[in-house]
């Protein structure tokens, strides 16, 4: 290269110095809370302790401010106060649809957006939270496939999803005042299937999901959290070994070649290595089943010999087929099976002794429907054309 040539670098390959100032304590894993505060000062034999007291303050009691952590002394709180800060994601919007279904527009660090969904229903209220901002996966049929990804998320910009939902459903319960326990909590499970890849940002999902899992917090049960995954094989068993929730994937096909444009990930693991993954799962987590995702295209993957073909697949795999009516959103390539047709394939499933609900589309109204998630700076279309061509679809 001439010496008169310029050294350039692309920004993304710059070290950064990491920012200055308090450090966040939500999301800090147990361990991580207690090494905080013995570098804070803390004597270590009473680490341990005073991680708990703060825990269940951050994580029971959802409270943000020391100076009402009143088991603790005044100059105590007063150096937590000074070190650390327990900083949440910012609610930008809020939209109620008109079934109750919320979504919320969540700005995290460096301006960057998520969405999260509650969905209030008889016997439970889930939230949809999401894992990266945009996707990395681009399938098709999906809404928040068409932005790139811009980061993962941090295990506190998870967790805090979670928590942020719980502040505006009012559901932290006063100190003194007991736990809330003896009704029926509105805010009961979380699913995996917001923004992002969640096995693409495996640690981070961790740290947050045994931290709402944790039984002196959040305290929700393992089997009230499902991972929804296009199929990363590498990370299913890492799943159930370290996190061991239950566990979804979108499969949506039944043919590698419908598969591989759907769910572009397909190239990478076919359908064969994701069932073989799949096989073991129950095994190592005890869960009781895999939950198959199946979002119904018209004329693309709903025909009576897919669904033969998709019991032949998932014989021997303990599994419930959860059909999703395509939610259609602007310049989306797909149309939505007709309903006659979607009872006539989960009919079929049934008959072959699987359970086949038909999950009914919740918040379109607001694009809070399953696939339609994107965040409102990235709402720039793609025309129906332009996608179509893309899959070859």
């Excluded at 993304?12 to 308090?22: C, D, M, V, Y």
């Excluded at 969904?117 to 990395?136: A, F, H, K, N």
């Excluded at 509105?186 to 495996?202: A, D, K, Q, W």
Aim: proline share 5%.
């Amino acid at each position: 290269m001439p010496a008169s040539a310029p050294i350039t670098q692309d920004v993304a390959t710059i070290p950064r110095k990491l920012p200055e100032g308090p450090v966040n304590l939500v999301g800090l894993t147990r361990e991580n809370l207690r090494s905080a505060l013995i570098e804070a000062g803390t004597p270590e034999k009473q680490a341990k302790m005073r991680a708990g007291q703060i825990w269940q303050w951050i994580y029971h009691w959802g409270v943000r401010d020391f100076d009402q952590m009143t088991n603790l002394a005044k100059d105590y709180r007063a150096m937590l106060a000074r070190t650390f800060v327990i900083s949440l994601p910012e609610i930008v919007t809020r939209q109620v649809s008109s079934d109750g279904t919320r979504k919320y527009l969540v700005r995290i660090a460096g301006g960057h957006e998520v969405e999260v969904v509650y969905i209030p229903e008889t016997d439970r209220g889930t939230l949809c939270i999401s894992s990266q901002v945009g996707c990395t996966l681009t399938c098709s049929f999906c809404h928040t496939g068409t932005q790139k990804l811009v980061r993962n998320l941090t295990a506190a910009e998870i967790v805090g999803q979670i928590m942020l939902a719980r502040d505006d459903l009012g559901e932290w319960p006063e100190p003194g005042t007991g736990t809330g326990e003896n009704g029926p909590r509105l805010l009961s499970n979380i699913v995996l299937m917001g923004m992002g890849e969640p096995l693409y940002n495996f640690d981070n999902v961790r740290d947050a999901m045994k931290i709402a899992m944790d039984g002196e917090g959040i305290s929700l049960s393992r089997r009230r959290i499902t991972l929804s995954t296009s199929g990363v094989v590498p990370e299913i068993a890492k799943t159930a070994e370290e996190i061991g929730c239950l566990l979804a994937v979108s499969f949506h096909a039944t043919t590698d070649e419908v598969r591989d444009k759907l769910v572009p990930i397909n190239k990478k693991w076919n359908i064969e290595a994701l069932l073989n993954a799949l096989r073991e799962y129950p095994r190592l987590s005890n869960s009781e089943r895999i939950t198959f995702e199946y979002v119904m295209l018209k004329d693309v993957n709903d025909s009576d010999e897919d669904a033969q073909r998709l019991i032949k697949l998932i014989e021997g795999i303990p599994a419930k087929i959860n059909l999703i009516p395509f939610n259609e959103w602007p310049g989306a390539p797909y149309q939505r099976s007709s309903n006659n047709r979607i009872h006539a394939f989960a009919d079929i499933i049934y008959k072959a002794g699987y359970a086949s609900p038909i999950r009914t589309p919740r918040g379109e109204d607001i694009m809070a429907a399953c696939g339609q998630l994107k965040s409102a700076t990235e709402r720039a279309r793609k025309s129906r054309a332009q996608i179509a061509q893309e899959t070859g679809l």
